[in-house]
């Protein structure tokens, strides 16, 4: 028992040390290419905290069971737009820049209607609509790059020489980003891997730890980049991630397993008689992303009730 405790420390550790060199590192990315914070969040940053749940998902459909990803997809939309963007939103509202936050709002949309034909019309995740996922994850880095090239210099450089400091080496900027990432996926493990030991010792149900401990252990990275972010005064970084990372979960990580495994929607749990994601689940999904996104669409800002009404 003695050594899962140390290990869920360890975890701990390098959760908490990858998110602050995670954070440093594209902050730093954002002011060297006068970047939008924000864009930074929904491309390098997304990627580095979706990796534990592509991870999951990869080894869960080559092991034959690709329905995980479907469940791991759904709840880390969920919980990314309803626990880790509510809290940035609820403690630091602000202003964001509806240009920089369209691309990634339509893509996911667009990603949602896709996973809403194949679990309403299809009831299965089909190898072809693996590889039109992963085609839209292409499409998604390449739009996202052409936002890059426009995105206006001026306004950002002034934002930022404020308190930008001596700028960061580009070789210390990736080395952080790296070194990051992988202490974040790392601790990840650790501290999913230990809590479940754990819990098992203290006689906890399976399904308890499958529905805690795995669900939010994927997503533990974009709940610490997010508290760190906010923490160093870069919530558009944040919100950046939560919306980046929801792509992700629906083009990559399905996209990834579909491929790999093709698999049938999970018929285990029922709600009115009805699929229970059918008639919860995907509702949910959807509601938490407009609340998140359309206000800020239209208002161009972020409010305290909309973070709380997320919560």
Not at 139 to 145: D, I, L, P
Not at 259 to 288: D, K, R, Y
Not at 299 to 310: D, E, T
Request: proline share 5%; net charge neutral.
């Amino acid at each position: 028992m003695l050594i899962p405790v140390l290990l869920f420390i360890v975890g701990l550790l390098c959760l908490i040390k990858g998110g602050d060199w995670f954070v440093d590192g594209a902050s730093a990315l954002a002011r060297r290419f006068h970047l939008p914070e924000l864009l930074i969040g929904a491309t390098v940053v997304s990627i580095g905290t979706t990796l534990p749940e592509v991870m999951v998902s990869t080894i869960s459909a080559v092991s034959g069971h690709g329905e995980i990803s479907y469940g791991n997809a759904i709840g880390s939309v969920i919980c990314n737009a309803a626990l880790i963007a509510a809290i940035t939103v609820a403690v630091r509202p602000g202003k964001v820049d509806p240009k920089t936050l369209r691309v990634p709002v339509a893509f996911f949309f667009a990603a949602a209607a896709i996973y809403c034909v194949a679990a309403y019309a299809m009831g299965e995740f089909t190898r072809p609509l693996g590889f039109v996922m992963l085609a839209m994850f292409v499409a998604y880095m390449v739009a996202n790059v052409l936002q890059m090239k426009k995105a206006p210099a001026a306004a950002e450089a002034e934002a930022e020489a404020e308190n930008a400091g001596e700028e960061m080496s580009l070789t210390k900027t990736l080395v952080l980003l790296v070194l990051g990432a992988v202490l974040i996926a790392l601790g990840a493990n650790l501290l999913v891997d230990n809590g479940t030991l754990i819990a098992q010792a203290l006689g906890v149900p399976e399904s308890v730890i499958a529905l805690t401990f795995v669900a939010l252990g994927t997503s533990l990275p974009e709940l610490v980049t997010a508290i760190t972010s906010l923490a160093k005064g870069h919530g558009a970084l944040s919100l950046g991630n939560v919306i980046g990372a929801n792509v992700f979960n629906l083009v990559l990580v399905s996209g990834v397993s579909a491929v790999v495994a093709p698999f049938s929607i999970p018929q285990n749990s029922m709600l009115f008689g009805h699929n229970a994601s059918l008639v919860l689940e995907f509702p949910v999904m959807f509601a938490v992303m407009l609340l998140l996104t359309l206000p800020t669409l239209f208002k161009g800002k972020l409010s305290r009730p909309q973070g709380i009404a997320l919560l």
